[in-house]
């Protein structure tokens, strides 16, 4: 059996079913990243062992005719920044290089409960602060589907691990992008859900405010399962709000575009965009109108012209004081000396990336006195603005599409030729961060030369499910995409 091409759902009935244990489920996925994984270095923490113990429980579970949940058996990875207890979370960063969590962070906690295995932790970019996944003290990953390209970021080694065929969903955290954008260069499925839907509790944070968990998966079934295991509410998470979760895999049963009314976003330059982005999206619009949706054209002025700027104003103000905590002295990398300000300076200069640098002396500035006033709280206005902007929107229309990100993956060190190149790419993808909505990136097929194409879907608030049924309907047009051949890669 082929268990890298089965979807999760497929994995889990057959481990219900008996069809297939949960431990041969598990032996062939650590087969396969061990095939291949020298390459392309998207796993940087393997857990064999936990995950042995862990796929035998699920058997003894289904032996004693217990339920042994909804992801029975299911291989998973989890980006560096999920904590797990008694394994390391890095960040991929040399702060943490050694840190080992002493508790489960609450997605990976249910996901244990729901019978997923924990194959291990995947590369990023530094403390998610990218979008190349080539910041990592662990060096880049590679893109399964053309190893000269990037995976994106940050959370490129899930989105690459889930391309690859390593395991049918891995988790990751979207700030700006960092679940969609890399799925969408790897040529699979991600969702950041609402803002508030899972639980951040055990994940190390970028930006309180626009963080989010999001899955990864090469079908939005497999997406809506796992929706239906995390979207729930916290103690821990005060931001996670107690209302009832509708079920995500139910919304897609009997889900259909027919008198659905879609904004394609307008307004923006599209010589800024590759070609065949631009024609992923008429495609995409086309094919909705074909199902009976009314498609018409918005533009959303605010969103459009400034929602790059306020993001980075707003992430790197607020990561500036969350990586705070990363003294010297509390967590991680420490360096003696000579006073308490020379220790502080060496552990943080030594510990932290050039890119980490960067985005705290920037976030420092912002919330300095004098820049404050003129930054970041013009930028929290704008924030508003952006997220009425949709309000207004959605009151005419049930979804929205355009671009997520305006290029094809990047050739590898495309960053160091042009930053602010790869900053404006989240133009697109931050905005539905900034306003606390759902959206995902959906795969619309691949270039001739095999690389993929992708738009992104934004729904209203809280409209997590309704968003998963039309991206469902969406997906059955172009089909989903499969994992990479890797004939080649090693
Ligand atoms: N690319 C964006 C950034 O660098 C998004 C990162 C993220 O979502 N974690 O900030």
Redesign the pocket.
């Known amino acids: 059996m082929e268990f890298c091409k089965l979807s999760a759902a497929e994995i889990a009935e057959g481990v219900r079913g008996k069809k297939w244990s949960a431990t041969e489920v598990l032996e062939a996925s650590l087969e396969r990243i061990k095939k291949y994984d020298g390459k392309i270095n998207a796993v940087v923490t393997l857990c064999e062992e936990t995950a042995r113990k862990e796929a035998s429980e699920v058997d003894a579970k289904v032996a004693r005719g217990e339920d042994p949940g909804l992801l029975a058996g299911v291989p998973y990875l989890a980006k560096d920044n999920f904590c797990a207890e008694g394994i390391k979370t890095t960040c991929c960063s040399k702060m943490l290089e050694n840190w080992v969590s002493n508790y489960d962070s609450t997605a990976v906690k249910l996901m244990k409960e729901a019978g997923a295995v924990l194959v291990g932790k995947t590369n990023m970019?530094e403390f998610?602060?990218?979008?190349t996944t080539e910041s990592s003290i662990f060096g880049a990953t590679l893109n399964p589907r053309d190893i000269t390209r990037v995976p994106g970021?940050?959370s490129g080694g899930s989105a690459a691990s889930v391309a690859a065929g390593y395991c049918p969903i891995a988790l990751g955290?979207?700030?700006?992008?960092?679940v969609r954008?890399p799925a969408a260069f790897c040529g699979v499925q991600g969702f950041k859900p609402s803002y508030g839907q899972i639980s951040r509790y055990g994940i190390v944070g970028?930006v309180s405010s626009l963080d989010q968990v999001g899955p990864i998966a090469r079908n939005t079934k497999d997406l809506a399962l796992v929706m239906n295991v995390l979207a729930k509410a916290d103690y821990y998470d005060s931001t996670c709000d107690a209302y009832d979760r509708p079920s995500f895999t139910e919304a897609l049963e009997g889900a259909s575009l027919k008198g659905k009314k879609i904004a394609v976003l307008s307004g923006y330059d599209k010589s800024h965009v590759a070609p065949e982005l631009l024609e992923a999206i008429d495609k995409t619009a086309a094919y909705c109108k074909e199902q009976g949706a009314e498609v018409f054209e918005a533009d959303l002025p605010v969103a459009r012209k400034h929602a790059v700027a306020c993001y980075y104003m707003v992430?790197l103000g607020d990561a500036s004081s969350k990586m705070a905590c990363f003294d010297g002295m509390r967590y991680g990398y420490h360096e003696d000396g000579k006073n308490l300000t020379d220790m502080y300076k060496r552990s943080r200069n030594n510990g932290f990336g050039k890119e980490v640098r960067r985005r705290i002396l920037i976030g420092t500035c912002i919330l300095s006195r004098g820049y404050f006033d003129n930054y970041y709280i013009p930028a929290t206005r704008v924030r508003q603005m952006i997220a009425d902007e949709f309000t207004e929107l959605f009151k005419k229309a049930d979804l929205c599409i355009c671009p997520i990100h305006p290029q094809l993956p990047y050739k590898q060190g495309y960053i160091d030729d042009k930053p602010l190149r790869v900053y404006l790419g989240?133009a697109f993808?931050?905005i539905s961060?900034l306003a606390g909505l759902p959206s995902m990136s959906i795969n619309t097929g691949f270039t001739q030369e095999g690389l993929p194409t992708y738009v992104q879907l934004i729904g209203p608030r809280f409209g997590d499910d309704s968003l998963l049924a039309a991206a469902s309907e969406i997906e059955k047009g172009f089909g989903a995409p499969e994992c990479a051949s890797m004939e080649g890669v090693c």
Request: glycine share 20%; proline share 0%.
């Open positions: 970019d998610a602060m990218g979008s970021g940050s955290s979207d700030t700006g992008g960092s954008q970028y992430a989240d993808s931050s961060n």
